[in-house]
């Protein structure tokens, strides 16, 4: 990832995305995708959509929780499929 906002894509903010909503990225890597979230309104409404995502399935109850989980993924996969 590059260092300089002007060249962070959405394609890189996508990729380490898991990390960043994981606090696991270094300060200067969290600081670029902040910039970026703040330019691109379709990586914040992602981000956004992601965080809500992550908060409706951690209401699942646990023996729910990876049926639902594999469906979610499965339709996601269906929908970027479609994108390409």
């Given at each position: ?55 409706l399935l ?27």
């Amino acid at each position: 990832m590059s260092a300089d906002v002007e060249h962070l894509t959405c394609k890189e903010l996508v990729e380490v995305l898991t990390n960043y909503l994981e606090d696991a990225l270094e300060a200067d890597e969290r600081a670029d995708i902040e910039r970026h979230l703040v330019i691109c309104r379709g990586c914040s409404n992602y981000v956004e959509q992601m965080r809500s995502t992550i908060g409706l399935l951690g209401r699942i109850p646990d023996d729910d929780g990876a049926v639902h989980s594999e469906k979610l993924l499965s339709m996601f996969g269906e929908w970027q499929a479609g994108r390409a």
